[in-house]
């Protein structure tokens, strides 16, 4: 099974996807640990019910980035984890951690990269008038959700959308591909596809 470490800072519907995925027999892997960055995540709450060892992280607590990140890594090795998955992770990443788990770190973004990258996604996707929204699963790199693609689903945006109701859309579909790319990325070597879009 392949050794997860999930990185979450709010609701961890994402979380508990891939923790479905496994005790439905659709992915061979184990969540090592959860890593949360906010007392009021729901997630801590998931994990707590579905049995997962969590660990609160306060990126306040740290002088920089790179400290936040050290503690992080330390974590993840402690907890024995082989792939990193942010799974509504909001903090920016640096070289400390990328360079810990090279090829290894994925992340779900609730829009069709390379558009709408950043915080608010869905209200960006919202506020063009799109009619096709989405999400992404990606490998990180240290540009802001600009690894390379392992997956992508579309939804279509409706005439009485809000953004609310529009990202209930697009969650259905994250929670369905990010425990498939998962497995897709564990089963190929991705070194060569994050270095070619670098
Ligand atoms: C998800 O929609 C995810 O794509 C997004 O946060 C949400 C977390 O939901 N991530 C980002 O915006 C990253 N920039 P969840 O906590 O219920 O999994």
Redesign the pocket.
Known sequence: PLKLGIM????????ESVAQAIKNGELDAKIQVLIYNNTSAK?AVRAENLGVPSVFLDHRKYKNREEFDGEIVQTLRQYDVEWVI?????RLVTPILIDAFPDKII????SLLPSFK??N?VEQAFAAGVKIAG?TVHLVCLEM?SGAILMQAAVPVLPNDTPETL?AR??VE?HRILPIAIALASQHNLHQLNKYTQ
């Open positions: 979450a800072s709010g609701n961890g519907s994402n979380f997630a942010m799974a509504g992770w909001m992340n779900i973004h609730p950043g915080v996604a999400c959700d990202h697009i969650q994250e």
